[in-house]
């Protein structure tokens, strides 16, 4: 794993409570354990296949007030936003919400547990009260007219594994008017916001149960207003004698100050604890320009903050700081114990205690990266651009050679005259063959030495049933119509070999379902086919492209999935030995935009093996306007390819017909 990621369940049986680790969350009790999955059937959260599709269902499932409950979480994307849960933990017992990034859990993946709570439709929302924490006050601008809300519920939390994103807070809290005792433990985390990487606000603290953050990386994005990478304001009525807030081996940053502490009018005392942290913060103007109120601020007046500092370093313009009475930044208090360093501008003193670095920082100033996404086996595989202005391409061995068979048409729209066929040697290049003019979306299945297409007519601007076109020499083409829609429309199509004859899987967007699921048909010779009753797959998801392959006793189907609500396609794979019954690999998706041109989509899969190599074809793109194709080269066999995703064993897919 990367970085922050070195995931340690503390609070699962296996592993238990690390005394080192959580001094202070020792479990006393259990709860109940619930599953967040996108590919669960959203039923009770018990397991991973009939985990909650939202990370706030599991929030609304916590059974009791009792504490030791956990939600764990599979890596994917979650477009939520303003969290908020059933109930608090309690001491001793805290609840927790974790990311199974490693796959500890048993989730079938590995990578980024990511809670975006950006717009869907219009990206970053950065406004007041938007986070992915729950907290609001009304009356705050005159369009905050809902109750108010605090963060209190989250009271004795633990997180881990999480990548917070896309508002204006990251992991940050806020009590807003319930100013009571509060304690949430954040670990290997990343909190990016416009305001706030990470934080507290409008609480008191616990001392013996501290506030802590450890292993994060809190990015603010601002620099207006009472931003900071970490933000905490405690509203002690004096200094208190130990730490509110503890940040170990922590990572702060910002284009304002990387550590903030109160507010414009607080009147309340804040001490935090830096072990081992490194503060950033984005701003080495000069004194003459825009300087910032100090790496680390006290809004109102210094003697409101005091930090204790160990094996610390700071860059910035300027160590300390206070944005209001700018004279009161020497009250402000610290310690500093081991190596505890300072980069600032050139003409800025340091305070007593920090070493001053001649040096630029290197290393630490690396460290403000968030970790990279870890990377699965056959993300790492090969890939090469295969063809511009292109979406739909099947790779087929003819003779003993390796050929490409190109759906030719514009992005949309156009009359039959623009939509062909093309034949090529994937290694000669130039064009072989054109035929086929009028039809699209077409799939190549060579048999006793003939060549099959089968593809959809384009037709009143849309496409129509499926036709085959086929030849022994690829100049003499035969056509015959060899499946008919019924109320619906039929576009890409895929055939295998099967046990008995061969299988078809056809795209259809039969209104009874959303668009679209994937049917089947039979044939005993490619050319008189069948439709196979209640085959199907897709009866509650968006599943288009379909690729299908018969290996060791299953149907393998790679598919498109559109991951709503985000204008996002990645392809997943399921399988099935009665083409009725489907489980979905644990381990999905199988392709992902993951390359700077592959836009936000990895779609129209097509898979061959050609000495002893499995190649997958695929479209990248924005699926609107271009498209291009690429393929992804795995060094084994079609068997090993498709097994591969299975190591694991499946999950039901929920949406088949009974």
């Known amino acids: 794993m990367h970085g922050n990621y070195q995931s340690k369940p503390v609070l699962s049986p296996s592993h238990g409570a690390n005394k080192a680790e959580l001094p202070i969350c020792r479990q006393t009790r259990r709860g109940v354990t619930l599953y967040v999955s996108k590919l669960g059937d959203n039923l009770d959260g018990s397991s991973w296949a009939r985990a909650f599709t939202t990370i706030q269902a599991a929030l609304n499932a916590i059974p009791d007030e009792n504490g030791g409950h956990r939600v764990i979480i599979r890596p994917d994307t979650y477009m939520e936003a303003n969290l908020a849960p059933a109930f608090k933990g309690i001491a001793g017992a805290y609840n927790a919400l974790l990311g199974d990034v490693d796959n500890c859990y048993g989730s079938g993946t ?128 004096s200094m208190p004698e130990v730490p ?34 490194r503060l950033v913060t984005l701003n ?17 007046n210094g003697r409101y903050l005091h930090v204790d500092l160990e094996d610390t370093t700071v860059m910035g313009y300027k160590v300390f700081g206070v944005a209001v009475d700018k004279g009161s930044e020497k009250d402000i208090g610290y310690t500093t114990k081991g190596a505890v360093q300072a980069y600032v501008q050139f003409q800025q003193d340091v305070p007593k205690g920090f070493h001053r670095l001649q040096q630029w920082p290197v290393d630490v100033f690396q460290t403000i990266m968030p970790p990279q996404t870890p ?30 068979m190109a759906c030719v048409r514009p992005p949309s729209g156009g009359t039959p005259e623009d939509y062909y066929l093309e034949l090529m040697d994937a290694e000669k290049g130039g064009e072989r063959v054109r035929f086929a003019q009028g039809y699209g979306l077409a799939c190549a299945h060579v048999f006793d030495d003939i060549f099959y297409a089968y593809a959809s007519r384009w037709d009143n601007d849309t496409w129509n049933d499926v036709t085959l076109f086929k030849s022994s020499d690829l100049k003499h083409w035969e056509q015959k119509l060899v499946l008919k829609q019924e109320r619906e429309h039929i576009f890409n199509t895929s055939v295998c070999d099967a046990p008995d004859g061969f299988v078809m899987a056809y795209e259809s967007d039969d209104p009874r379902y959303p668009p679209f699921t994937v049917k089947f048909a039979f044939s005993e010779d490619l050319e008189t086919w069948t439709k196979v009753p209640d085959a199907i797959f897709g009866t509650n998801r968006y599943a288009a492209c379909p690729c299908i392959r018969y290996v060791n006793g299953y149907y393998y189907v790679l598919y498109l999935e559109h991951r709503n609500p985000r204008h996002y396609f990645e392809t997943y794979i399921t399988r099935s030995k009665d083409l009725k019954h489907w489980e979905l690999s644990s381990a999905n998706p199988v392709l992902r935009p993951m390359e700077i041109d592959d836009g936000i989509n990895a779609s129209d899969p097509e898979v061959v093996e050609n000495e002893g190599k499995t190649y997958v074809y695929y479209a990248v793109g924005d699926q609107l306007t271009w498209s291009n194709l690429k393929r992804a080269i795995y060094s084994g066999s079609l068997k090993s390819f498709f097994e591969q995703w299975y190591t694991q064993p499946g999950i039901e897919d929920h949406g088949v017909l009974e």
């Open 284 to 300: 080495f103007s000069q004194p003459i320009g825009t300087p910032t109120d100090g790496i680390i601020q006290s809004v109102q």
């Open 375 to 404: 990377v699965r086996g056959f993300d790492m595989t090969k890939r090469e651009f295969i063809r511009r202005n292109m979406c739909e391409l099947s790779g087929v061995m003819w003779r003993n050679r390796l050929y490409h």
């Open 110 to 237: 590995t990578g980024h547990v990511i809670i975006d709570c950006s717009d869907p439709r219009r990206g970053f929302k950065s406004y007041d009260w938007w986070g992915i924490m729950r907290a609001y006050k009304h009356g705050w601008s005159e369009a905050h007219t809902e109750p108010t809300f605090s963060g209190i519920v989250w009271d004795r939390w633990l997180f881990r594994g999480l990548y917070a994103t896309g508002g204006d807070g990251g992991l940050v809290w806020d009590l807003t008017d319930e100013v009571k005792p509060f304690t949430v433990i954040v670990e290997n985390s990343v909190g990016i916001g416009r305001a706030f990487g990470g934080g507290v606000a409008s609480c008191l603290s616990r001392s013996d149960e501290p506030i802590l953050f450890r292993r994060c990386k809190f990015w603010a994005l601002d620099w207006w207003g009472d931003t900071a990478g970490g933000y905490v304001r405690v509203e002690n009525p």
């Open 244 to 277: 509110d807030v503890i940040f170990e081996d922590c990572v702060l940053v910002s284009p304002q100050c990387a550590l903030k502490g109160g507010n414009y009018g607080f009147h309340t005392y804040t001490r935090v604890r830096l072990n081992q942290c």
